[in-house]
Each structure stands twice: as C-alpha cells, then as structure tokens.
C-alpha cells in the first residue's frame, strides 16, 4: 500500500498546481471582459477583436485544459483516498460545479461580445468578477479544513 500512499501525495501536488492555474485563469478572464465591453462600448473596434484574441487563448491554453486536470485529478484523489461519503467532499463539489458553471458563463460573455453583444452593465460585470475569489475561499476552505 506504500506506494498508493505516495502516489497519492503526488496526486495532490498535481491537483493543487491546476488548481493554481485554473484559478490564474478564473481571475483573469472576468478582468479581460471588464476591458474588452469598455472598448467596445466606446467603439474602439480594433481593441475589442484584440481582447476576442486574448480570450480565446487564455480558454484554449489555459482555462479549458486546466478544468479538466482539476476535475480528473479531484475525482481520481476523492476515489483512491476513498473519501466518498464524507460531508465535506460533497459541499466541495457543489461549490466547484458552481465554479465550472461559472467558468462556462464567463466563456459564454467571452462569445457574446466578440458578436457584439453587452448584456451587463459595466458595474454588474465588475461585481460578478468577484464570484472566483469567494468561490476559492470556501473550497479551499472546505478541503483543508474538512469542517465536516
Ligand atoms: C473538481 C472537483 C474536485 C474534487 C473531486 C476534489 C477532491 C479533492 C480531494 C479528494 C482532495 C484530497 C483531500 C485529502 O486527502 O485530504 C483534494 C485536495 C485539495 N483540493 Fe480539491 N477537488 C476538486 C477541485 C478543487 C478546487 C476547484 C480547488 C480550489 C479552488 C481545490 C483545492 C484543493 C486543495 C487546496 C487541496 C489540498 C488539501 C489538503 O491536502 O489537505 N480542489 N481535492
């Protein structure tokens, strides 16, 4: 069994580095909508297809790949740790569902003002860009802790 017990540290370390670039991603992209509505709300249309660009790589390259990792990775640890059953696992995945409804929604804006579409106002835009960092406090918090 000793070397289930290692390969499962290992298996953390992975699942904490794409949690970092996950979240890198996560804070990122909310600021770039911010940027690309402000310029296409003043009809700086050069800027705007910049920001389409740099959306698109950031899901290609880091956002959708890292997803992925952290969801494999987690459901692979919550197997071999056997840690299905244990309350804290649970509220831990509602909370990352929640994140990756997140993640599909800022994606979905991304696709919306690359067409030219601005359905928020700057301001909700600014508040919504908060929703990550909350969401990472309580999972992190939920799979440290294990408050329950
Ligand atoms: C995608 C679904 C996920 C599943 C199924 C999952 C599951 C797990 C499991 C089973 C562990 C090992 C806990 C232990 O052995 O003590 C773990 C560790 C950890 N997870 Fe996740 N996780 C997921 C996503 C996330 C996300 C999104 C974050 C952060 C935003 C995160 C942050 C962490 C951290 C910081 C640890 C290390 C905790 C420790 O070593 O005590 N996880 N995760």
Redesign the pocket.
Known sequence: MDWLAGAYLWI?AA??IV?IF??AGMFMLPRYLVYHQEALAAGRAEEAALWTLRETKLRRIILTPAMVA??VL??T??TI?Q?WGEGW?HA??LF?LL?SGYHGWAVGYARRLARGEMRLTGRTLRMVNEVPALM?IV??VL??VKPF
């Open positions: 953390v699942h904490v949690v996950w979240m952290v969801w987690g459901l640890l919550a740790g840690h696992l831990k995945l990352v994140l990472a999972i992190v799979a440290f």
